[in-house]
C-alpha cells in the first residue's frame, strides 16, 4: 500500500497539470481572416413608422424642408391639404386610422418657412413617448445640440425646437414647434 501512494500522487499530479495546460487543438478557435462590422449609417430607419410617415425623410429639418426656404418648394403629395391662407399652410397625415398628424408651415411676408408646427395624435402613452424619443434623437442628430426642459437651441444650426405634452390621462398628444432660434449676443 505505501508504494501505492507515491504512484497516485504522481498520477493526481500528473492529471493536476494537464487540467491547467489543455491540448492546442482544444485552444483552437476558427476565426474569420477579417472581422466586418456592419454599421447602420441610416439612423431615420430606426425610428418608429408612423415618426418617418410623418418626417418623411432626414434629409432637412422636416419633410425636406429647411426654415427659409421659398414656399414654392413645398410638395406634399403624401400629405392631404388642410387650409391654405397668405401666412400659412396646413396638412394632415393619417397614420393608421387612429392616429395622425397635422402640420403647419409657418409664412412670411417674403413667401419663406419661418416656422413648422407639428401636431401628433397619439393613440396611448407609450406610443406618444416614442414620439419623443424619436423627436430627441432626430434633432440632437441633425444639429449637434442638446435638449434641455424640452427645448433644443442650436446656434450652430440657427434653430431652436422644443415639443409639448397635451393631453390628459385619455389623450396622449405632441405639440412640436421648429423655428429660427434668437441671435445670440
Known amino acids: ?84 391662407t397668405n401666412d400659412s399652410i396646413t396638412f394632415s397625415v393619417d397614420i393608421d386610422g387612429v392616429e395622425s398628424s397635422d402640420f403647419t408651415y409657418r409664412i412670411n411676408a417674403s413667401g419663406t418657412i419661418e416656422a413648422i408646427s407639428i401636431y401628433m395624435y397619439c393613440k396611448n402613452l407609450e406610443q406618444r413617448n416614442l414620439y419623443i424619443a424619436a423627436i430627441q434623437d432626430f434633432y440632437i442628430r441633425k444639429t449637434g445640440a442638446s435638449w434641455s426642459n424640452k427645448k433644443l437651441i442650436s446656434p450652430a444650426a440657427g434653430i431652436e425646437v422644443q415639443y409639448e405634452e397635451l393631453g390628459n390621462s385619455k389623450v396622449f398628444d405632441v405639440f412640436i414647434q421648429i423655428k429660427k432660434s434668437p441671435p445670440t449676443i
Open 1 to 84: 500500500m505505501k508504494s501505492f501512494l507515491p504512484l497516485l500522487a504522481i498520477v493526481l499530479i500528473s492529471l493536476f497539470l494537464s487540467c491547467d495546460n489543455p491540448s492546442p487543438e482544444l485552444n483552437k478557435v476558427n476565426l474569420p481572416d477579417s472581422l466586418t462590422i456592419k454599421q447602420d449609417t441610416n439612423y431615420f430607419l430606426r425610428y418608429p413608422a408612423a415618426f418617418q410617415l410623418v418626417w418623411l425623410n432626414d434629409s432637412a429639418l422636416f419633410r425636406g424642408i429647411q426654415l427659409g426656404s421659398p414656399i414654392r418648394n413645398i410638395s406634399e403629395s403624401s400629405a392631404t391639404l388642410l387650409e391654405k
